[in-house]
């Protein structure tokens, strides 16, 4: 049982430089989510995804690009990396997307923009 | 809108004596709320939820939390501490408004005592 595995777990990168993280979830949940981690803001939501080809911006989405061609699959694009993306990414899924729904989270990757 | 406060950044208890972790939330509509822990260098595990049902809410590991809507708090308590304990914790509301965004406290850093 796999669960929500993201790839790679570790990545350091230079400015302006185009990144792009994986997630893939074998649960066959419909909502995917991404999530940043950074000192004194707890996790703040980037973008969220009800289905395949269906996306939607949360908190603090600049900078940042999603796609979703595979339900099991939800890829995060920063196009030109900058120092203030440096933070842990976290991907979580959920089966619904009501209030009272559980998202399970990956493992989470620490990107370094240097 | 939704917002979550934990009131303590750190808290350190010896081993085999009580956990308190306290979180006060704010919502304008009936808000699901749920606690998440952090292991170092790992994701976040759902601890337990509360969704408009009972008050006291059991979780894993032998965590409780009671849902007191008239003090708007959701503390996380455990009767006896275990060094395995040690990690950061996450209070987290959910409202059923169609954003599909949890909001998170800035979390609460256990340290437990041998």
């Given at each position: 049982?796999?669960?929500i595995?993201?790839?790679?777990?570790?990545?350091?990168?230079?400015?302006?430089?185009?990144v792009?993280?994986?997630?893939?979830?074998?649960?066959?949940?419909?909502?995917?989510?991404?999530?940043?981690?950074?000192?004194?803001?707890?996790l703040?939501l980037?973008?969220?995804?009800?289905?395949?080809?269906?996306?939607?911006?949360?908190?603090?989405p600049?900078?940042?690009v999603v796609s979703?061609s595979?339900?099991?699959?939800?890829?995060?694009?920063?196009?030109?990396a900058?120092?203030?993306?440096?933070?842990?990414?976290?991907?979580?899924?959920?089966?619904?997307?009501?209030?009272?729904?559980?998202?399970?989270?990956?493992?989470?990757t620490?990107?370094?923009?240097? | 809108?939704?917002?979550?406060?934990q009131?303590?950044?750190?808290?350190?208890?010896?081993?085999?004596?009580?956990?308190?972790?306290?979180?006060?939330?704010?919502?304008?509509?009936?808000?699901?709320?749920?606690?998440?822990?952090?292991?170092?260098?790992?994701g976040?595990?759902?601890?337990?939820?509360?969704?408009?049902?009972?008050?006291?809410?059991?979780?894993?590991?032998?965590?409780?939390?009671?849902?007191?809507?008239s003090?708007t708090?959701f503390?996380?308590?455990?009767?006896?501490?275990?060094?395995?304990?040690?990690?950061?914790?996450?209070?987290?509301?959910?409202?059923?408004?169609?954003?599909?965004?949890l909001?998170?406290?800035s979390?609460?850093?256990?340290?437990?005592?041998?």
């Open positions: 049982d796999a669960g595995t993201q790839s790679p777990r570790y990545k350091i990168t230079e400015t302006g430089r185009q792009t993280l994986m997630c893939h979830q074998t649960w066959s949940h419909s909502y995917m989510f991404w999530y940043r981690q950074d000192l004194g803001h707890g703040r980037i973008y969220y995804s009800a289905a395949a080809d269906i996306t939607d911006k949360g908190e603090v600049d900078g940042y979703r595979k339900t099991e699959n939800f890829p995060l694009t920063l196009e030109s900058t120092r203030s993306q440096t933070s842990v990414y976290f991907c979580a899924s959920s089966l619904g997307g009501g209030s009272g729904d559980t998202q399970y989270f990956g493992p989470g620490r990107l370094t923009v240097l | 809108a939704q917002s979550v406060t009131l303590d950044s750190h808290v350190s208890v010896s081993e085999g004596t009580p956990v308190l972790l306290r979180c006060n939330y704010s919502s304008s509509y009936s808000p699901s709320l749920f606690w998440y822990v952090q292991h170092p260098n790992k976040l595990q759902l601890l337990l939820k509360y969704t408009s049902a009972a008050t006291l809410v059991k979780g894993i590991n032998g965590f409780e939390a009671e849902f007191k809507k003090e708090s503390h996380l308590t455990k009767p006896s501490a275990h060094m395995s304990d040690a990690a950061e914790y996450f209070c987290v509301v959910s409202e059923d408004t169609g954003r599909r965004a909001t998170f406290g979390g609460t850093r256990l340290q437990v005592q041998p």
